[in-house]
């Protein structure tokens, strides 16, 4: 199963809105024959791809999948079919399928005799690979993770408004790496006029990533010219509105399901308060400066009480700042 989500991993950012979802194949003796993962949308999903990539010595074997093997005819055919005829006789999944179009995949493969077992690993996928995709089910919207980067006390720019750097070469190269995972990055028109930033991914040495996400920027008036987010390293969309649950059912219609809200302070407060933050990861360096605006604008907070509690998933190092994963308290 850990191979699995590692090949779910590797295709995450590709697959929206469909699930990435890994599979391994065993054969009859418990040797690694297969890998496959999910196929950008219309392709075909995991199971498939691992069955070609084991061939004969599939029959008799198992799979090992990070999501329940789906039931039904979409853009393809069933994945419990292929299992079948493969000749495959245990599958092994981590996460139930809560698309109701698709689930039921366990009792199909029990009735046609094959042995199903579930929850292997749920957590960590349900955490990890199909975190936003399950969100996106259950919730019907994107999920967003809002990223920003401070100083230790909290600060996103000093008070002159030079904000580069604040972080790591590491924390930065991290950010990267999240932006071509994610289907679209969102910023306010503000961040824009302050910043000019490109985001787009990039490698360290500045080479655009094969994939870059949708950008997005909210609000209304226009965009210098030559503003760097209207270059042609990547789509742009403008979405005239102020209202985050609006900007989130644009998104939504063009199947964007794990979006990456990136500021600025203005924005990720309204965000916070329309209660449309599903995850902040925050990297936090080791360096004061004492005056500046904050990570977090207004956010409807008033009184302590009315505080956005969260709970902190994970810390960990990225080179020398703190990178925290925090979740709402209510999840
Ligand atoms: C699987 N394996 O790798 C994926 C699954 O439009 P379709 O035909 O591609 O079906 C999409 C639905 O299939 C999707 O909403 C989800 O329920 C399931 N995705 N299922 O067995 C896979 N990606
Ligand atoms: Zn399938």
């Excluded at 065993?26 to 999910?38: E, F, K, M, S």
């Excluded at 991914?201 to 008036?221: E, F, I, K, S, Y």
């Excluded at 902190?312 to 925290?324: A, H």
Aim: net charge neutral; proline share 7%.
């Amino acid at each position: 199963m850990r191979s699995a989500v590692a090949l779910a991993e590797g295709v995450r950012g590709t697959t929206s809105p469909n699930p990435p979802v890994g599979c391994v194949v065993l054969d009859a003796d418990g040797v690694l024959v297969g890998r496959g993962a999910t196929q950008p949308p219309g392709g075909p999903h995991a199971e498939v791809m691992a069955l070609a990539d084991a061939g004969e010595r599939a029959r008799g074997g198992t799979a090992v999948v990070t999501l329940e093997p789906c039931a039904h005819h979409g853009r393809t055919p069933p994945c419990t079919d292929a299992l079948r005829a493969a000749g495959i006789v245990r599958v092994v999944h981590a996460v139930s399928d809560p698309n109701p179009v698709a689930a039921g995949g366990a009792e199909v493969l029990a009735g046609a005799g094959i042995d199903v077992a579930s929850g292997l690993l749920a957590d960590e996928v349900a955490r990890g690979p199909l975190r936003a995709w399950l969100h996106h089910v259950r919730c019907d919207r994107p999920h967003v993770t809002w990223k920003y980067a401070a100083s230790l006390d909290g600060r996103v720019a000093a008070a002159d408004g030079t904000s580069r750097w604040i972080s790591s070469a590491n924390s930065r190269a991290e950010v990267h790496e999240l932006r071509g995972k994610a289907d679209a990055i969102v910023v306010g028109r503000g961040t824009v006029l302050a910043d000019d930033p490109a985001l787009t991914a990039r490698a360290a040495d500045g080479t655009a990533a094969a994939r870059q996400p949708l950008r997005v920027v909210v609000g209304r008036g226009d965009l210098p010219e030559g503003a760097r987010v209207l270059d042609d390293s990547a789509e742009t969309l403008r979405v005239r509105t102020h209202d985050p649950a609006e900007v989130l059912a644009v998104l939504r219609a063009r199947g964007v399901v794990d979006v990456l809200l990136e500021g600025g302070p203005t924005l990720a407060g309204a965000f916070a308060a329309a209660g449309l933050v599903d995850r902040v990861l925050a990297y936090v360096a080791p360096t004061l400066l004492g005056a500046g605006p904050v990570a977090l604008g207004a956010s409807g907070v008033s009184t302590i009480t009315a505080a956005h509690r969260l709970v902190v998933e994970g810390v960990t190092m990225s080179g020398p700042d703190v990178r925290i994963s925090a979740v709402p308290a209510r999840n």
